[in-house]
């Protein structure tokens, strides 16, 4: 039974206006970064030409010209500021419409709601998971029609954005495609788990706009603690936002694998128990 | 004096023809009934005539002046459609006076009446929230009435109701016609709408496939008799 | 007179009892507040600003927004989180109550109204109300704290505060004392039409969409420094008052009402076609 409602809340997710538009949207945004870098990497390799001396081929290539390689253009604000947007709008507004259309009535009498509940949860997951990971890998692919991909130089630092102590620098300046892709399933995880916010903000919300937009608000707020937490100019602190942890480049400080594991872990905690555990155990009018 | 007349009257949304050509024409005094099965476009009639949606093609006129046009609702009209819809954190009777205050014409007194006229209490200080079903169905009845409307248009009124419920909507019915109103009604108990109804627009896919006139049947009938 | 009756059920519905609308700035202005608030006593204490700060500085630290921001190596684009958060905020709040009133209540209310435009202008007043609400509360929680503490509240602003801020060099503004009148009423006035456009466009997209392109446009705005992008004429850092070669003032009244005019008769002609279905 809970493989088939899987089956059914996917098909529901994947096969839906919402989840393309939200797709086409983050791929346009992301058009707009190419665009902006194609128009960089022109003049680079003009300059690359005419400089027999060092012409700096491994400071401009794929991996810090892609959006999540570069925190520069129009095309990367944008995308990793909408990105709790583009993530709940697929699927994160099914279980508010439900609720008032009485659908959960019908599908809880026939699945139980211990299969309703779970069935939903990873729908909303799978769906924002993909609609976040898709257009970056979107713009990767067509970056990579672009761009070289030349092995970033750790002498190049400061153009490729990668620091020493950025996360998992070892990996960038060695197998760099690993590198990207252990990102995407950063990005996979925390899209995933950011429209969940949205699924977990139905149990208290009416209205399917405001489960929607609820993460993007949520996100803000935690981006905001950021003001409080870095006073000192001689900390060196660690990056606790996912506006910005969510870039493989680093943005302002440093991400870090303990705030990631434990934001995901809080966010997974949170949402899980009160869109599954906790909503269950109330009654279906 | 009231008429209604739907000329060619065809709307599309998006890629579906929810009504197609229908042409019709109604006076004051009697009670039109609308059958057919789910999705058979109804309601977008009903939504036609009272000006929520715009024809894609043809006209909807009442007395002579084209809705979108010359007017865009008609000028007297009462109307339950769908699901009733008020402010849950007030009353019935505020709910109702709130809206009789747009164009001033119920007294308050009237209002009282006509909450009384659908079974309900006007003092029950009781929040719309807390309203079963079935009192909201009544209270939506209430609110296309209370400013005796030239035209009523009632979608599914039986709805939720129990017997004695019914019989009261059909008893207003029958009141608002002789008040010679144009009521419009739908109904998917066959039975009632032929009881009250006085020509009967059966609807398939959009269209109106038969117009059966229930009184000219009766009159027969009588003289028969 | 109809209009009049109207706009009171929109004003009292949408405005008077929407408790989001109410809350919601003052949740931020108390929390703005507080980061402003040990901002300057960190500031003070490490003597990068020499005085104390007045009421005038934190309206500015609420609606400054940002330096013109220039990509390059070490200057990632970081947006004004604080000056997002004020004007993101208030078209998420008065984003549902139209269309809510539309599938509701609203159905009876319009037919009985008999007037489709009297219905909009009622939802545009409604929403440009609503607007001035939204900033007059954040002030106005902002004005209690600051009584509350016992801090100056007057419009005074200091040079040196907002320096450090927005990490502005000595020549790139004007020396200035006090805020004036019309930079004051600016970014309400910004606010109020991008909260229309976000109106009008719900009637052609989904409402998310709607919000999905106001956010947009914000984020914009704070990227580009353009008198095309009406944002810009909302952050007090970026008017020519303040910014040496910033957007004037006048330029920003005229896009704001020109903005709050087109969206206004867009919409207009839109809802006079538009289907009203219930979903």
């Known amino acids: 039974m809970l493989r088939q409602m899987i089956r059914m809340e ?46 700096m081929h491994e400071a401009s290539g794929l991996f810090n010209f892609w959006i999540g390689g570069e925190p520069f253009s129009f095309g990367s604000a944008a995308y990793f500021f909408m990105f709790p947007l583009l993530t709940a709008i697929p699927y994160g507004w099914s279980y508010c419409g439900e609720k008032r259309s009485g659908y959960i009535r019908t599908a809880v009498v026939q699945a139980g709601k211990k299969a309703y509940f779970l069935a939903k949860y990873t729908a909303v997951f799978l769906s924002g998971a993909l609609a976040m990971v898709i257009p970056l890998a979107f713009d990767f692919l067509l970056s990579a029609l672009f761009f070289p991909a030349v092995m970033p130089s750790p002498v190049y630092c400061t153009s490729t954005g990668i620091f020493y102590d950025s996360l998992m620098s070892m990996f960038y300046y060695t197998v760099p495609l690993l590198y990207v892709l252990i990102y995407l399933l950063i990005d996979f995880i925390f899209g995933g788990l950011i429209a969940c916010i949205s699924y977990a903000a139905a149990c208290f919300v009416r209205y399917r706009v405001v489960a929607v937009i609820l993460p993007l608000f949520f996100m803000l707020a935690v981006h905001y603690l950021r003001q409080f937490v870095y006073i000192s100019a001689e900390v060196r602190y660690k990056e606790i936002s996912p506006m910005f942890f969510l870039r493989p480049v680093q943005a302002a400080y440093p991400a870090s694998w303990a705030v990631i594991l434990a934001e995901m872990a809080a966010l997974f905690l949170v949402t899980f128990f009160l869109s599954v555990i906790w909503e269950r155990k109330h009654e279906i009018y | 004096m009231v008429r209604i007349e739907l000329d060619k009257v065809t709307k599309r949304i998006r890629k579906n023809t929810v009504l197609h050509e229908v042409t019709l024409k109604m006076h004051e005094g009697r009670i039109y009934g609308l059958q057919g099965v789910n999705g058979s476009g109804k309601t977008m009639l009903m939504r036609t005539v009272i000006g929520l949606i715009r024809p894609t093609e043809g006209s909807v006129s009442v007395n002579g002046r084209i809705l979108g046009r010359d007017m865009e609702f008609p000028e007297s009209i009462g109307f339950l459609l769908e699901n009733p819809a008020f402010l849950g954190q007030y009353s019935g009777y505020e709910n109702l006076n709130m809206l009789a205050g747009i164009k001033g ?92 109804s006085d020509e009967i627009f059966r609807m398939e896919a959009g269209r109106v496939v038969e117009h059966i006139c229930l009184n000219d049947e009766r009159q027969e009938e009588g003289g028969d008799a | 007179m109809r209009f009049i009756r109207y706009f009171l059920f929109d004003l009292k519905q949408g405005a008077l009892h929407n408790k989001a609308l109410l809350l919601t700035p003052a949740a931020i202005g108390a929390l703005v507040f507080l980061d402003f608030l040990f901002k300057a006593h960190r500031y003070l204490a490490i003597g990068a600003i020499e005085e104390s700060v007045s009421y005038g500085d934190y309206w500015f630290y609420l609606y400054g927004g940002m330096k013109e921001y220039t990509p390059g190596p070490g200057n990632a684009f970081s947006f004004p989180v604080v000056w997002m958060l004020v004007f993101a905020a208030v078209p998420f709040v008065l984003l549902n109550y139209p269309f809510r009133d539309m599938g509701g209540i609203g159905q009876q209310i319009l037919v009985r109204s008999r007037s489709r435009s009297t219905w909009w202008l009622s939802k545009c007043c409604w929403n440009f109300v609503g607007t001035v609400l939204y900033h007059l509360m954040l002030q106005t929680v902002g004005a209690a704290l600051f009584l509350l503490f016992g801090m100056d509240l007057t419009y005074r602003i200091h040079m040196d505060f907002i320096r450090v801020v ?114």
């Open chain 1, 10 to 55: 996917c098909r529901k997710a994947f096969r839906n206006k919402m989840f393309y538009t939200a797709v086409a949207a983050g791929c346009i945004i992301t058009l707009f970064a190419l665009v902006y870098y194609i128009g960089i990497y022109q003049n680079e390799l003009t300059m690359m030409q005419a400089d027999d001396v060092n012409p």
């Open chain 3, 166 to 279: 927005y990490d502005a060099l000595h020549e790139e503004l004007w020396e200035r004392s006090a805020l004036p009148l019309a930079v004051l009423v600016l970014p309400a006035l910004v606010s109020a039409a991008v909260n229309m456009l976000q109106m009008t466009l719900s009637l052609f997209v989904r409402p998310m969409f709607g919000f999905f392109a106001a956010a947009l446009l914000l984020l914009a705005s704070a990227y580009l420094m353009s008198p095309v992008l009406a944002g810009n004429y909302a952050m007090a850092y970026r008017c020519d008052w303040m910014l040496k070669g910033g957007v004037t003032g006048r330029a920003g009244l005229t896009a704001a009402a020109a903005l709050f005019v087109a969206a206004f008769l867009l919409g207009l002609v839109r809802f006079h076609f538009y289907d009203i279905l219930e979903e």
């Open chain 2, 105 to 196: 014409r119920a007294l308050t007194g009237q209002i009282k009446d006509c909450i009384r006229a659908v079974g309900l209490d006007p003092e029950d200080k009781k929040k719309y929230r807390k309203y079963s079903l079935g009192m909201k169905q009544r209270l939506g009845i209430a609110a296309a009435i209370m400013e005796e409307p030239d035209i009523v248009v009632l979608d599914e009124p039986t709805n939720a109701l129990d017997e004695s419920g019914v019989r009261l909507v059909q008893d207003i019915l029958r009141r608002e016609k002789a008040r010679g109103a144009l009521v419009i009604l739908s109904c998917h108990d066959i039975g009632i709408l032929r009881e009250l």
